[in-house]
């Protein structure tokens, strides 16, 4: 597992990844204040125009789920922890989507600063690895005077996130909690085939420095089985969470970590609104009763409860229409496309 310390030599010169200025989040501001930090998020121009030929292939390449093709990498041997995916705390009264979620009730939820001005989620995956998006380590629009990074005007450039804190356990970005953790790290892995402009392969890996001990406030959510990677979860109940905008209509971050429950859509449904943008390695939710993810939910978890009550990650916020509109859907990286490179990088076994 080789993970790159997020400085912008490394970012530019060995992860090798092309972003593009004009595709990037407004310009990133330095700031300790909540007001102050940008949302980072990716939107895609709904309901593009396509003949109809080009339309049956859009909706055969949605739905097909092909297996991984990586050469390379070995499958960890190591199980992921047995109690992954566990939920300790009470939340029989908090159900009600859209509510505030209680302490302990998504354990694996990460609140991820980016730099000190970016906002992001992400899903804790073991006691020592973060699952995110691709979009949210890399790709802030970073000013430099001089030096590294700096082009030949020394003007805007495109550049990893510096550092990134992660709080674990919290569900409050106003109060301190007793029970979370909170750590910084500049460890990231960012997916080789990472597209900036058409956000394909949106998946990302962080490492803390320290790993964290399981308790009712942290946990780890449960990576899908391999048998998973052939269903397409459509109809499926699933939950979205995250800190971001409350609603299309309000600009501010919720000062409280949110849910929603939601149903997941086919991918050619999905497809009707953002075309050949969607990829079979996406699974989207349908945006009635506006349930949906927004700006600063982007690397955060979409899970489903198995049978045995256990929570697994099934999906990380990527992208949608700009504004959150209702009615639109959401995509996300589709987590059983990737299980092998997150097996292989995070070290941590896949289930039957």
Known sequence: ?????????????????????????????????????????????????????????????????????????????????????????????????????????????????????????????????????????????????????????????????????????????????????????????????????????????LRLNVAVVFTNFVNAVRLPRLAHTSNTFAGTPARVSGFGRISSSNNAVSPNLLFADVSIITNAVCARTFGAQLLASNVCTAGNNGRSPCNGDSGGPLVIQEADGQFTVIGVVSFGVQNCLAGFPAAFVRVTSFLNWVSSNAGIAVRQ
């Open 1 to 205: 597992m080789q993970f790159h310390s997020s400085n912008c030599e490394q970012v530019l010169t060995d992860v090798k990844h092309v972003v593009h200025v004009d595709n990037l989040p407004p310009q990133a501001r330095a700031s300790n204040s909540w007001a102050d930090l940008e949302f980072v998020h990716r939107y895609v121009t709904p309901n593009p125009r396509h003949s109809a030929a080009e339309w049956d292939a859009i909706y055969v390449a949605a739905e097909s789920h092909a297996p991984e093709d990586i050469t390379g990498l070995v499958n960890a041997t190591v199980p992921q922890y047995v109690d992954a995916g566990k939920v300790y705390v009470n939340t029989a009264n908090r159900i009600i989507s859209g509510s505030a979620a209680a302490q302990g009730q998504i354990p694996w939820q990460a609140l991820l600063i980016l730099g000190g001005s970016g906002l992001c989620g992400g899903s804790l995956i073991s006691n020592q690895i973060v699952l995110t998006a691709a979009h949210c380590v890399q790709g802030l629009r970073v000013r430099f005077q001089s030096g590294a990074g700096a082009d030949s005007m020394g003007v805007t450039c495109a550049c990893s996130v510096g550092s990134f804190q992660i709080t674990l356990g919290s569900t409050s970005r106003q109060f301190a909690q007793a029970g979370t953790v909170t750590q910084v790290t500049r460890l990231v892995l960012i997916h080789a085939a990472y597209n900036p402009r058409t956000i394909a392969n949106d998946i990302a890996l």
